[in-house]
């Protein structure tokens, strides 16, 4: 295993602030889909103490449901003593409202209790949904901070702003924003709201891998797409392009979401033979697909809802290199250097034509997509979300971290210098 300057007595691994805990309200188990929560605080034990809280379970049996994140495996968790899973036994209860508040009081302090005794004197909760408002008033904390990486409403046109949403807004003490729609939308309500973008695993996409051998029976050309299959999709769209190019083979990498026009729709293209849907595959093995299309796709329907989106896929297939499209969302419109932006089954059977040829597949594009994707590597942004927590803890935990950074960096870059491995 690589060295890691940030070792202490024993190989015991501690992080940059160990003084800092993070308390993490998120709205689903630690599992295998990893969405960018998964991806920002599993990066952010490198700088603070975190804690993922799994969601409490209801205790009846016939309440339980199987969501599109609880249907896949529990992703192990390194043990590296700054990232630890709190899986609570206290069952969710909706009523009575006084018993309900005192479980989940007991919940997040249990939680809280984990980073107490890792020697936290800093807390900060960190809200991942607009329905842990409640918790502002249910457990102490340093500094809190809200992360919207999507538009929860899930509306295809402008709603409201919830209720729970506004007052969580105007409480915290910092929001994070994912995208410049959402940003456009909530982001005139707390003063201390920041930008930062999803990103990727830039070493991970970038790296050669092989052929997945269900990717090798699939002739070329590859038109593929990587995620959740799921109703946001332009399936007119899709089925379109298929039905008008039966010698393009469509391939879909990822779970299919439990909604039943996507499950018809589904059934029914994939009995097609140039259709493939290949199911899920889990965070490592994803990285290996994109690399073997010869088009990556981002085929969205166009409407409030998606104008609002930071795909986590964009930078997946950058960093790939290889050529992508996709409909004029706002996100992938400031890509418009890198990405091919296409209307319609016309356009889109134009784009796609168009990037299947040498000129699209130069080491110049192939570089230039990945210069945009290696900016964005949550490695970088998982940084700058660090110190936006640390500067609003105070000047003085800024400029600890900053110190211990520079630190960590110059050991690292030692250690390089004298032929050891590199982080």
Not at 335 to 342: E, H, Q
Request: net charge positive.
């Amino acid at each position: 295993m690589p060295s890691d300057p940030q070792c202490g007595p024993g190989g015991s691994v501690s992080p940059l602030l160990p003084e800092i805990g993070v308390l993490a309200l998120v709205p689903d188990a630690w599992n295998l889909l990893w969405q960018p929560r998964q991806q920002v605080l599993l990066r952010l034990a490198r700088f603070f103490h975190v804690v993922w809280v799994d969601p409490p379970q209801p205790w009846r049996w016939w309440e339980r449901r199987v969501t599109a994140g609880e249907a896949f495996a529990r992703a192990p968790v390194e043990e590296t003593g700054r990232f630890s899973v709190y899986t609570p036994w206290l069952p969710l209860l909706h009523r009575p409202a006084r018993l309900a508040r005192a479980a989940e009081r007991v919940r997040l302090n249990r939680a809280r209790a984990m980073l107490a005794r890792r020697g936290c004197t800093a807390i900060v909760l960190y809200l991942w949904r607009p329905h842990f408002a409640d918790a502002l008033e249910l457990v102490p904390y340093t500094q809190s901070c809200y992360h919207i990486d999507d538009e929860y409403s899930f509306a295809e046109h402008a709603v409201p702003l919830g209720g729970d949403e506004r007052r969580l807004l105007g409480s915290v003490d910092q929001v994070i924003v994912a995208s410049q729609g959402l940003l456009a939308a909530k982001g005139g309500i707390n003063p201390h709201t920041a930008f930062v973008p999803n990103g990727v695993d830039f070493g991970a996409y970038a790296a050669p891998w092989p052929e997945p051998p269900e990717l090798a029976r699939i002739p070329h050309p590859r038109i593929g797409y990587t995620g959740v299959v799921k109703p946001q999709l332009d399936w007119n769209l899709l089925e379109a392009l298929i039905r008008a190019r039966p010698d393009w083979s469509f391939i879909f990498v990822g779970p299919v979401h439990r909604e039943p026009t996507t499950l018809e729709v589904v059934a029914r293209l994939g009995r097609r033979a140039n259709v493939h849907f290949l199911g899920f595959r889990t965070p490592q093995a994803l990285a290996a697909y994109p690399q073997h299309f010869d088009v990556c796709v981002m085929p969205y329907r166009i409407n409030r809802y998606t104008d609002q989106i930071y795909p986590l896929k964009l930078h997946e297939y950058l960093a790939s290199g290889r050529p992508t499209i996709g409909t004029p969302i706002t996100t992938l419109a400031a890509f418009a250097d890198v990405v091919t932006l296409a209307r319609g089954p016309h356009e889109w059977l134009e784009a796609i034509a168009k990037n299947l040829t040498p000129a699209a597949t130069t080491d110049e594009r192939r570089l230039a997509r990945q210069r945009a994707a290696r900016a964005h590597d949550w490695g970088l942004l998982v940084g700058r979300i660090a110190e936006i927590m640390a500067e609003r803890l105070g000047a003085a935990w800024a400029s600890r971290l900053q110190e211990r950074s520079q630190a960590v960096n110059a050991a690292a870059a030692l250690t390089v210098l004298g032929g050891g491995p590199a982080r």
